[in-house]
């Protein structure tokens, strides 16, 4: 079968690669097809007979229709070959090759006939120029981070963060849909969408539109607390696809004790401070209230992200080597994992949540201790994880919590939308957890050393500027890990957006701010992530936890175990937190 091939400018390649990936008729090739195509990226169109063939090398742009399509087609969402389908995909090119030879049936397509694909789906596109006559839209490669969370981000697991905010009157659909609009424009990274991958590329692209593709807002009734949180865990179990702008959704949820404002913000374009900062500008537009722009300008915030990740500083670079030989020591000792007691086939997160009231909050702030807030936080977390598998009988020597450090410069801490943010870990032995003071003093002396240094996962390094990985290769790197046993993933995460500055504010006429929730995402096997954030004088603590590793009741009582923890530090004098 004869292909017809064109040479297209690279803004053409660029747009048929994402308009490909955004349709529904088109699926990316598997590495059983992509072995027939080396070096090249491949698709095929979902039918079952005529199936239009595309497949990119470099500038180069070949087409041909397939008579019988090799695919799979009874799947919606994932690709995979049939070999029944295959075979018959082969004999009927043979069967063709044969006729062609023997004189019995034309050619069906000779090199001077145009690639042709439906105006509907690629407009302006191969048939002609008219779209490399357009501006060029702002194109800028992923960040380090941007990589790295993309490539741990699956459509099962999604990489992303959970952020809400309860307001204590009723807020207006149409006022809040058109602030969500003034808020994407406002920051680039709350309106990106993802090139297409080129395998000739080292690192993907986030293409910065002028406006968005989608309405990424939805309205919900919620009767009662049940059917809040069955729309958050909803919400939060649904992957984000980067494919069209923006990498967010959102929810205004109607309850009677208030409405609600939930985002869901894929965690490759922006971290839980950048996330906190698109909902204040959300805010500002709803109440009518002037957004002042960010103190330090997009490309400067994004060229200080990589140089802190490129680690050009001496003792950064050599300290962030050894914490890639840390993490390569878990091949030998992995990190203990949690005893799950949840469904095991079941996809998606749940969630409880806890507020400290603000006497709890205030002793937790203003105890003489040596540590942070953040350190009694985590030391809670290890004694947790180490009372709940002694209570499973469950091995748990070395506990290991990923805890992300806001990288952003005092000055626009709270400032810009992106990712800012590196995870380090901080370990503890079973010695370390003989006592909640023993437990402190070693996760404080940790954090204190890792502070300010920008110490990575290995992840992160491995996965770093080196032309030795090109993003094929990284893309299989991490789809090797399962192979490890997962021993290079930790316990369990906890990050903490601490106390914000400003918090987002509606107006005097939606009412005041009741509750505000923040989580980072877990993947399994780190099953349990811990978010914190503190507002009004109140600690707000959520925990998100895949289904796959507690249900409901095991759970809560994870929490409460938790928050037995947490007392201990508080003394007799405060009253326990509880949920």
């Not at 690279?10 to 048929?16: G, M, N, Q, S, T």
């Not at 709803?286 to 500083?313: I, W």
């Not at 996965?463 to 290079?488: D, E, H």
Request: contains cysteine.
């Amino acid at each position: 079968m004869t292909s017809n091939c064109q040479v297209l400018t690279p803004i053409e390649v660029r747009e048929l690669l994402r308009m490909l990936e955004r349709s529904d008729r088109f699926r990316r090739d598997t590495a059983l097809g992509r072995g027939f195509h080396r070096g090249q990226v491949s698709y095929r169109e979902r039918s079952a007979t005529d199936s239009l063939h595309v497949v990119f090398d470099g500038d180069r742009v070949c087409a041909h229709v397939d008579r019988i399509c090799p695919l799979n087609l009874d799947s919606e969402r994932f690709v995979h070959y049939a070999w029944s389908a295959i075979m018959a995909h082969n004999w009927s090119i043979l069967a063709g090759d044969i006729a062609r030879f023997l004189g019995w049936r034309r050619q069906r397509c000779d090199v001077e006939c145009p690639v042709e694909v439906e105006q509907q789906l690629i407009p302006d596109m191969v048939a002609g120029r008219a779209q490399a006559q357009r501006p060029e839209p702002t194109q800028i490669p992923f960040g380090l981070v941007d990589e790295a969370v993309h490539l741990l981000d699956t459509e099962a697991a999604p990489w992303s963060v959970q952020l809400e905010v309860r307001v204590s009157g009723v807020l207006d659909e149409s006022r809040l849909r058109a602030a969500l609009a003034q808020a994407m424009r406002s920051h680039p990274m709350a309106r990106v969408r993802k090139m297409a991958s080129v395998r000739s590329l080292r690192h993907d692209h986030w293409e910065i539109p002028a406006g968005v593709d989608i309405d990424p807002l939805q309205v919900v009734d919620c009767p009662d607390d049940a059917a809040l949180a069955a729309t958050r865990a909803e919400l939060q179990s649904r992957g984000v696809p980067l494919a069209e702008s923006p990498p967010l959704r959102a929810r205004l949820a109607r309850h009677p004790d208030g409405d609600v404002v939930m985002l869901n913000v894929n965690h490759a374009a922006m971290d839980g401070f950048g996330a906190l900062r698109v909902l204040r500008s959300v805010a500002r537009a709803y109440a009518g209230e002037p957004d002042p722009a960010p103190k330090v300008g997009f490309s400067e915030a994004r060229a200080f992200a990589e140089r802190l990740t490129g680690a050009e500083v001496f003792i950064i670079r050599v300290r962030r080597q050894l914490a890639l030989l840390e993490k390569l020591r878990d091949l030998l000792v992995p990190p203990a994992r949690l005893a799950p007691e949840g469904e095991r086939n079941k996809a998606g997160y749940g969630f409880v949540h806890v507020a400290l009231s603000p006497a709890q909050t205030q002793a937790l702030v203003g105890l003489a201790r040596a540590g942070t807030v953040n350190d009694v936080l985590l030391a809670a977390l290890h004694l947790a994880i180490g009372r709940w598998n002694g209570e499973h009988a469950r091995r748990c020597g070395r506990i290991g919590v990923l805890v992300p450090a806001n990288l952003r410069p005092s000055a626009w801490r709270d400032d810009v939308a992106g990712n800012y943010s590196l995870p380090a870990r901080v370990s503890t032995s079973r010695r370390s957890r003989r006592s909640p003071q023993a437990a402190l003093a070693a996760l404080s002396a940790q954090t204190r050393r890792k502070k300010g240094v920008g110490v990575g996962t290995a992840l992160i390094e491995v996965l770093g500027r080196s032309p030795l990985f090109p993003l094929w290769l990284k893309q299989v790197t991490v789809m090797l890990l399962p192979l490890t046993g997962n021993r290079l993933v930790d316990t369990a995460m906890l990050s903490n957006l601490g106390a914000p500055t400003e918090l987002p504010s509606f107006g005097p006429d939606a009412g005041s701010i009741v509750e505000v929730w923040f989580s980072p995402p877990a993947r399994m096997p780190l099953g349990l992530a811990v978010g914190a954030v503190t507002a009004g004088g109140r600690l707000y603590l959520a925990f998100r936890y895949r289904l796959r590793l507690f249900n409901a009741d095991a759970a809560r009582q994870f929490v409460d175990g938790y928050l037995a923890e947490l007392s201990s530090f508080l003394g007799p004098a405060v009253p326990a937190p509880t949920r």
